[in-house]
């Protein structure tokens, strides 16, 4: 069990390795190496900030989790975004995986694949695993995706896993701190237009269901994702599709949980 605080992984200029630290009030303090965030989720350390502070605007937040053992998705998970894409509401939830390579941190950059010319965001409310497969806490992602490999593939494992694909953090917010998960507003902003605004309300699988669904043949570990899915007002729901290019910056915004904001890059 933990007290609500905020986990995030960063690195300095005067640091050989990242450092796990809890962030408040504009500042962040270490307690653990690299990999503490997923080590005290999991019950292996104790999350004691005695360590030095930094500034945030001294540091560079890296994926609050580097290596999560798995990483889970969602899709077609909100009413509104269903309907903008013309598909039947699912019965029960469409689930995928990203691949590791996926994972990158808050500020990316997210790299457009020569192979895709449909390159779309979707922010996302990140669940993250503790001990036992419960919800730990949560993060703030964006499930990139290709859509023409997406449609022209059986599987989305080119269309949803590229590498890149999962910028995800600033940090872990534990689930402590979120009075209300499935009352959350989500915005996002391409270039500073506003694209998605909407809320975690709208899921249509909400968060045990999803957990549950998952859990029943699958064993959720310690650091593990799930992307809950997203909500109306990607790239290819606009006439005509306003699809990511290269220079392009994301900011996505989950109330609560921060913000991460990242640009596309050349591939």
Known sequence: MFFAMKLATFSTPGQDQPLSGV????????????????EALAGEIAVEPGGESFDLADVTLLAPIRRPGTVWAIGLNYRRHAEEAGATLPERPLLFLKAA???TGPSGPVVHPQATRELDYEGELA????????????????????????N???????????????????????????EDPEALRLRTWVNGELRQDSSTSDLIFGIGEIV?????TCTLAPGDLILTGTPS??????????????????????EGLGAIEHAVAGG
Do not use: H, M, N
């Open 23 to 38: 962030v408040d009030d504009g500042r962040v303090t270490a307690f653990g190496g690299p990999d503490g965030v997923r």
């Open 101 to 103: 390579p996926s994972v």
């Open 127 to 150: 669940l993250v695993i503790g001990q036992g497969g419960t919800v730990a806490g949560y993060c703030v992602a964006d499930d990139v995706s290709a859509r023409d490999l997406q």
């Open 152 to 178: 022209q593939e059986a599987l989305w494992v080119r269309g949803k896993g590229a590498d890149t694909f999962c910028p995800f953090g600033p940090w872990v917010t534990t689930a402590e701190e979120i």
């Open 212 to 216: 549950d669904f998952i859990a029943a």
């Open 233 to 254: 007002g990607v790239a290819i729901g606009f006439d005509p599709p306003k699809f990511l290019k290269v220079g392009d910056r994301i900011r996505i915004e989950i």
